[in-house]
């Protein structure tokens, strides 16, 4: 029998690695630290892959309480059904896993990658995001190259990240250790195009309350959560799904959670977040370290002195 983290990374291989890493270095050229290097916050805080995944599904959701990014993702994402090339609002299961494939491949690119790789998978989304633009159902453009919207796309993500770390990380940063991560992360925003962005978690958080006036549940954001939450998805698998969900809202800040209209107190809640914590922790040491992390530190460390020397951050 091959061991659990031999098992995992095999399953990883053919999921994800095979599927939507082609193309990006993690293991060249020597003595490239990449955006971030190995003593940054950005590399502490992603090498937790569970952790980070459920951050940037929280991220999805709390985007989706915008109206321009619930339609803009109805109509331009490929996890949305389409017949005859009209969005049905359905999602597609196949599509789905497709776009967050790519998502969570970019996010390790930008984090662990060679600079070249970095550059190349922003390029590209910037490249998809001068395709975006239409018209909400009220009328209403929307664009997403516009500056207010890049902001909001890269404050819910950096949020998200940071949220999910905080509560299931067994070592989480904390005060300027995790402002260090929001202004180390601003690099991945403006790279996108972004400008003006919120640097620390006070101002994350402060903006993401200033926009409250905007938000709202529609259609999609309820598409969102249904997929989430396991509808068209294999019986077995529904479980799991609605945990997800449930790990989801969990993270919501207290306006979030009165818009989607789940309890701000819940006496199951700290069950659950414990039994989330052991599973996603069990998940990520018990395979221990991506291939892609380890090619990255190894990377970075070719041409630096072989002195030890003491990190900020260890693993």
Known sequence: MFPANVMQDRAFDQLIRSRFFRGLEFDAPAGDPGWFGRDSAVWYVHEHVPAMVLGLFAAALIETLHPDFAWMGRDHSRGIERVDGVPTGRIDAEGAMVRAGHSYSFFMAVAYGSTTSAEQVTRAVRGMHHTVRGVRPDGRPYDADDAE?????????????????????????????????FREFTKVGEALGGTALPATKADVDDYLADNVGLMGVTLPTVAFLDSVGGRGQP????????????????????WAKRLLRTPRVERTAPLRRAAIWATVNSIRYGAGPLREVADARSRAAAAEPTTPRAHQYAS
Do not use: M, N
């Open 235 to 254: 019986r077995a698998l529904r479980p799991i799904f609605r945990e997800l969900q449930w790990a989801a809202i969990d993270l919501q800040p207290d």
């Open 149 to 181: 919207t890049l902001r909001w796309a890269y404050a819910t993500v950096v949020w998200g990240i940071a949220a999910a770390h905080s509560r299931y990380h067994p070592r989480p940063l904390r005060g300027d250790g995790l402002d260090r991560y």
